[in-house]
């Protein structure tokens, strides 16, 4: 079969391909990544590419999403195009993910771990109690005699317990099997590979040699949006690299709701399941790859999402999550191998999932409490995770209540005419003054859309400047050339098509803004119920972790200015990033990080707002720039 | 296709087979069984059967084997010949496993098993520390409410709380799939399978509806020779049937040593793991079948056999074992599936393996000292477990020492002219009084051969009347009608053909006798050696436990006399028969006797005799009835 060279721009990355692969696969060969929100079905029209050199064939599907300008251009979908000859490709921004600035915690984390996590006092051996999920030990086994005659597993026992004092650990029959045969090959020296589960650990595999050097984890975050995937050196602790990827299983519903109301159909588990772990394992692969780390390497996987999407990756019905009572099949989860849920990495290799609390309240926010250290602390904190559900959690470490509301997608980016992630080419910040519009874009580039942080920024400006009332409409007074009228109502230009990347003005309309109202409203009426709910006010708080796919940046102030966050002094919020990912990272290095998030998914306490006649109260309260009451917001009161 | 109904005589049971069904199938349809050493390969000639009704084909193979006076009568190999007619079969005494008595404890245990095991202490809701390794619990649960909005999974733990105090169980991932409908559409009533690992506590499965009252465990005795399988009710401890079976191992080789050098062969693994799964297949199905038990319904499994029978069982490589240092690949199992070694019971059910103690003291071994109880005792006890290998193990609740020596086969009947396992038919007592030889048989049927039991009689009685001299020799003055010469030497007729069910006369041989005295002295000098490695004599010895494949009889006055057992008062014995199977069952029934085996196992200290001089020594003195130095059977000074 003939085999063709594909090579990708901007970043001039190539592969090598057998005739008749996909570009989509190419890309993945030559380690680019395009997006692909649909699986490769042809139906999302993500994966536009431009062909710059040599000749594809035209699939039906490919054209009938693009426009026949985009054809003559040289267009084609990435996941419909064969490779049949050497080609050049293309990949235009809104294609990309290779610049996605999904929060990760490893760049944008802005708080400290507790110290004892970070830096674990080792004990002799190198498993504390503060050991990670998987261990690597080197043994070198003294040769058996006849006055020393211990069996060969009772020999590598033995030998553990000369480093670490545990018990035996378990170990399942087929690693038994050939035992006697790889110790005597490797001269009685061989790499154990401990796990831990609370106190138990169990030997995981058995190497011949010493590859105790060679020790790798993966932490994920499994948002309803993105799924992020970490990788890091269980030996160092060093995190070697962050992917993120959007979740595959959009296309069978936007929010958790559609999704969970398309697996309890008939056969619709399955693509949903399938569709996550296909983006877990294109980015472990993909990780796996550029840091040259054999899949087999990896011996554990730490992940974090909230209940539904723990149930989907799991395979658990989350039928009876959607109505009343609310109820989910589990809260707490075993500790899996990862080929249970076909995670490419070291088939016997650990696989953690971070407890749950409720239907509504995920093991995103458990790693959330983890990650802040609220849990920890005697003063009272809230988190506030910000995602297309926003939950609130407020307590110390004596007690912790929590809440859910919906919020929608408009603080991730999506739902809004011009919204998209915060990745490449996104608007994330934005000030106006005197009519002048100024942002700046995540990489600097031309602006192609704008995403949550942005959209915050927007708003508060347009509401400083008076462009817009308390109530989310246009001042007619302001109208000039940055508002103008359409079909669907009025709309504020923030770039103009001549500045943008996609040659069309970036926007934010009065029905985007009308949006954003009812998600900030839900998320303060949210934390102002719970606050209640236990005899306090937000005075109280001494801190505010703010969590999120805002970007990697928020202004607490503009944020506070449109009612989204309380009226707090600033130093008292803290913006946290992606803390499902770290609190998941955290967890899979240290196993007493790992205990911990189930003492905290035991002890949070859940408010269910949903029948929460308070809770609509305050939503409808809360439906004003930045309040109906204003006395809530005495630092505004100078703008107001 | 055509089916046909099997007749089978003397039981006249039935079968309705298909057209080309083998007739030895046929029998396990029909409940009765056909001795089948070779697992039906047609080479052993053991499962000659004969046609009485109907018409067969006769294979090639099966008339090789069999006389022309057999093919007359109507015999075939039963493994060799189809079914294509109705037929009536009648299968002679030699093929006959139907009547055989291998010793099972539930038929012949004299000694009481602590009364904490058989009737242990129960805790609210039946899992106590003595509980069994598999336990069935019955939950009702309360229907969730807003209010009680626990997850399926955790309400199940907090109604198993309720009931026992333990912590979470392990659960797998799979078992948790599919919860939420099975509890709905089973109103919240479901039943819980807990298996138990020391203190840790695992749901092997959850049912719909309450099946509590079905749960049922396998013990399985291992033996070189013989296995055993005893079904048992979990919930009232009865032992609901028992059944044995030859090791079809013995193709490969009569002893551990011949099946290690075949299973080190390439490929000579498989066919002896497939042999011993295949009897336990049998065995199990069949008193399933008889006992209307469902295969789901067995949930656990234990299982005790000496060290090589319980590495090929598992299929871990036994080849250091055979060479020095003689070191096994595990002496502690984890407890695995009844599924990891295709055990046909519930696949998730709990299967156990009594720990071995070094290559050539095995869990049968430990499965004794657990079942006599001496490792409880503040006196000195010792074990004498008789099979192929003789192990000794002498101690108290402080230390226990144990050895190991080759017996050969002569005890369970193997390796003499006219011997045979303790089935029906076998002479198990004779005595000798005035040239008259008195004899009884098991099942009291004509005698066909003789097995251990009888012929320690025989050769005591030899003795004491002076037929053979105190080097095993026949002694001239004596010679008549009884003794005669053969090309192989002299030997005594037990039996006279015209008595006997073969037609042969049964008799003994002088070479059996030289056997036989090899096989004594190797016993008493493992014991003399072991013993005095301690600095005891025997007569510091409380107990005297003798276990073994002798069938349920032993003298032990005449035992004495030949020298095989101490010179010790007759009330410190105590014949304990199959204590490889009680321990087994012990275990299965208590999860504290399990842990006992496990402290048993490490407590036991192992002396190597085979590159031991004292043994030598000992061994070569005591190859004479009784012994060389005669003082060390003073009852006997009146006799020799």
Same mark, same amino acid.
């Given at each position: 079969?003939?085999?063709?060279?594909?090579?990708?721009?901007?970043?001039?990355?190539?592969?090598?391909?057998?005739?008749?692969?996909?570009?989509?696969?190419?890309?993945?060969?030559?380690?680019?990544?395009?997006?692909?929100?649909?699986?490769? !079905?042809?139906?999302?029209? #993500?994966?536009?590419?431009?062909?710059?050199?040599?000749?594809?064939?035209?699939?039906?599907?490919?054209?009938?999403?693009?426009?026949?300008?985009?054809?003559?251009?040289?267009?084609?979908?990435?996941?419909?195009?064969?490779?049949?000859?050497?080609?050049?490709?293309?990949?235009?921004?809104?294609?990309?993910?290779?610049?996605?600035?999904?929060?990760?915690?490893?760049?944008?984390?802005?708080?400290?771990?507790?110290?004892?996590? !970070?830096?674990?006092?080792?004990?002799?051996?190198?498993?504390?109690?503060?050991?990670?999920?998987?261990?690597?030990?080197?043994?070198?086994?003294?040769?058996?005699?006849?006055?020393?005659?211990?069996?060969?597993? !009772?020999?590598?026992?033995?030998?553990?317990?000369?480093?670490?004092?545990?018990?035996?650990?378990?170990?399942?029959?087929?690693?038994?099997?050939?035992?006697?045969?790889?110790?005597?090959?490797?001269?009685?020296?061989?790499?154990?590979?401990?796990?831990?589960?609370?106190?138990?650990?169990?030997?995981?595999?058995?190497?011949?040699?010493?590859?105790?050097?060679?020790?790798?984890?993966?932490?994920?975050? %499994?948002?309803?949006?993105?799924?992020?995937?970490?990788?890091?050196?269980?030996?160092?602790?060093?995190?070697?690299?962050?992917?993120?990827?959007?979740?595959? #299983?959009?296309?069978?519903?936007?929010?958790? %709701?559609?999704?969970?109301?398309?697996?309890?159909?008939?056969?619709?588990?399955?693509?949903?399941?399938?569709?996550?772990?296909?983006?877990?394992?294109?980015?472990?692969?993909?990780?796996?790859?550029?840091?040259?780390?054999?899949?087999?390497?990896?011996?554990?996987?730490?992940?974090?999402?909230?209940?539904?999407?723990?149930?989907?990756?799991?395979?658990?019905?989350?039928?009876?999550?959607?109505?009343?009572?609310?109820?989910?099949?589990?809260?707490?989860?075993?500790?899996?191998?990862?080929?249970?849920?076909?995670?490419?990495?070291?088939?016997?290799?650990?696989?953690?999932?971070?407890?749950?609390?409720?239907?509504?309240?995920?093991?995103?926010?458990?790693?959330?409490?983890?990650?802040?250290?609220?849990?920890?602390?005697?003063?009272?904190?809230?988190?506030?995770?910000?995602?297309?559900?926003?939950?609130?959690?407020?307590?110390?470490?004596?007690?912790?209540?929590?809440?859910?509301?919906?919020?929608?997608?408009?603080?991730?980016?999506?739902?809004?005419?011009?919204?998209?992630?915060?990745?490449?080419?996104?608007?994330?910040?934005?000030?106006?003054?005197?009519?002048?519009?100024?942002?700046?874009?995540?990489?600097?580039?031309?602006?192609?859309?704008?995403?949550?942080?942005?959209?915050?920024?927007?708003?508060?400006?347009?509401?400083?400047?008076?462009?817009?009332?308390?109530?989310?409409?246009?001042?007619?007074?302001?109208?000039?050339?940055?508002?103008?009228?359409?079909?669907?109502?009025?709309?504020?230009?923030?770039?103009?098509?001549?500045?943008?990347?996609?040659?069309?003005?970036?926007?934010?309309?009065?029905?985007?803004?009308?949006?954003?109202?009812?998600?900030?409203?839900?998320?303060?009426?949210?934390?102002?119920?719970?606050?209640?709910?236990?005899? %306090?006010?937000?005075?109280?708080?001494?801190?505010?972790?703010?969590?999120?796919?805002?970007?990697?940046?928020?202004? %607490?102030?503009?944020?506070?200015?449109?009612?989204?966050?309380?009226?707090?002094?600033?130093?008292?919020?803290?913006?946290?990033?992606?803390?499902?990912?770290?609190?998941?990272?955290?967890?899979?290095?240290?196993?007493?990080?790992?205990?911990?998030? #189930?003492?905290?998914?035991?002890?949070?306490?859940?408010?269910?707002?949903?029948?929460?006649?308070?809770?609509?109260?305050?939503?409808?309260?809360?439906?004003?720039?930045?309040?109906?009451?204003?006395?809530?917001?005495?630092?505004?009161?100078?703008?107001?």
């Amino acid at each position: 079969m003939d085999r063709y060279r594909v090579i990708f721009w901007p970043d001039g990355k190539e592969a090598v391909v057998e005739e008749d692969a996909i570009i989509l696969e190419a890309g993945n060969v030559a380690g680019v990544h395009i997006n692909n929100l649909c699986g490769g !079905e042809g139906v999302c029209g #993500q994966c536009k590419v431009r062909i710059t050199k040599g000749i594809v064939e035209k699939s039906t599907k490919s054209v009938s999403l693009l426009s026949r300008e985009e054809i003559q251009q040289g267009y084609v979908l990435a996941c419909q195009t064969s490779v049949r000859d050497n080609l050049e490709v293309e990949i235009p921004v809104e294609a990309r993910l290779e610049g996605e600035q999904i929060l990760t915690e490893g760049e944008t984390l802005m708080f400290s771990i507790p110290e004892e996590i !970070e830096k674990p006092p080792q004990e002799e051996g190198g498993v504390s109690f503060y050991s990670p999920l998987t261990t690597k030990m080197h043994l070198k086994l003294p040769f058996p005699t006849l006055e020393d005659n211990l069996s060969d597993l !009772e020999r590598i026992y033995r030998e553990i317990q000369r480093k670490v004092k545990i018990s035996d650990p378990e170990i399942e029959l087929h690693k038994i099997r050939g035992l006697a045969r790889t110790l005597r090959k490797n001269e009685m020296s061989v790499t154990v590979t401990l796990g831990r589960k609370n106190n138990n650990f169990k030997i995981i595999q058995i190497e011949g040699g010493d590859t105790s050097k060679r020790n790798f984890g993966i932490a994920l975050d %499994i948002g309803t949006t993105t799924v992020v995937a970490q990788l890091v050196d269980m030996n160092s602790k060093e995190i070697l690299g962050t992917k993120a990827s959007h979740n595959r #299983q959009s296309r069978y519903g936007e929010d958790v %709701i559609s999704r969970i109301i398309y697996a309890c159909n008939r056969n619709g588990m399955e693509p949903l399941n399938k569709a996550v772990i296909g983006n877990i394992g294109d980015l472990v692969k993909s990780l796996a790859r550029e840091k040259r780390v054999d899949l087999d390497e990896i011996t554990a996987v730490m992940a974090a999402g909230n209940t539904t999407m723990t149930h989907l990756l799991l395979g658990l019905e989350p039928c009876f999550i959607r109505t009343e009572p609310y109820i989910p099949t589990a809260t707490s989860f075993p500790v899996m191998k990862a080929s249970d849920v076909w995670i490419p990495a070291h088939p016997d290799g650990f696989f953690g999932v971070l407890p749950c609390v409720s239907s509504y309240v995920g093991g995103d926010v458990t790693a959330g409490v983890l990650a802040s250290g609220m849990g920890d602390s005697s003063k009272i904190s809230m988190l506030m995770d910000l995602g297309t559900n926003g939950e609130i959690v407020v307590g110390n470490n004596e007690w912790l209540v929590c809440c859910s509301a919906s919020v929608g997608p408009a603080f991730e980016g999506g739902g809004l005419k011009c919204g998209m992630r915060a990745t490449q080419g996104a608007i994330q910040r934005v000030s106006i003054s005197n009519d002048h519009v100024n942002y700046s874009t995540i990489g600097n580039v031309k602006p192609y859309g704008i995403c949550g942080s942005g959209v915050i920024d927007v708003m508060s400006e347009l509401f400083k400047n008076k462009w817009i009332q308390p109530d989310g409409k246009f001042n007619a007074e302001k109208a000039n050339s940055r508002v103008r009228e359409t079909v669907e109502g009025q709309e504020f230009i923030i770039a103009r098509a001549g500045e943008s990347e996609g040659g069309k003005d970036v926007v934010i309309t009065e029905y985007d803004i009308g949006n954003l109202i009812k998600s900030k409203g839900a998320v303060y009426a949210a934390a102002t119920v719970l606050t209640k709910s236990v005899g %306090i006010d937000f005075q109280s708080i001494d801190r505010v972790f703010v969590a999120g796919g805002f970007g990697n940046y928020l202004n %607490i102030e503009k944020a506070i200015m449109i009612g989204l966050l309380p009226d707090l002094s600033l130093e008292r919020f803290q913006f946290i990033g992606n803390s499902s990912l770290s609190g998941a990272r955290m967890a899979l290095m240290s196993n007493h990080a790992f205990e911990k998030a #189930q003492e905290i998914a035991k002890r949070m306490t859940y408010f269910e707002l949903s029948v929460n006649q308070d809770f609509m109260n305050e939503f409808i309260a809360a439906l004003f720039l930045p309040h109906t009451n204003q006395n809530l917001f005495p630092s505004l009161r100078g703008l107001i």
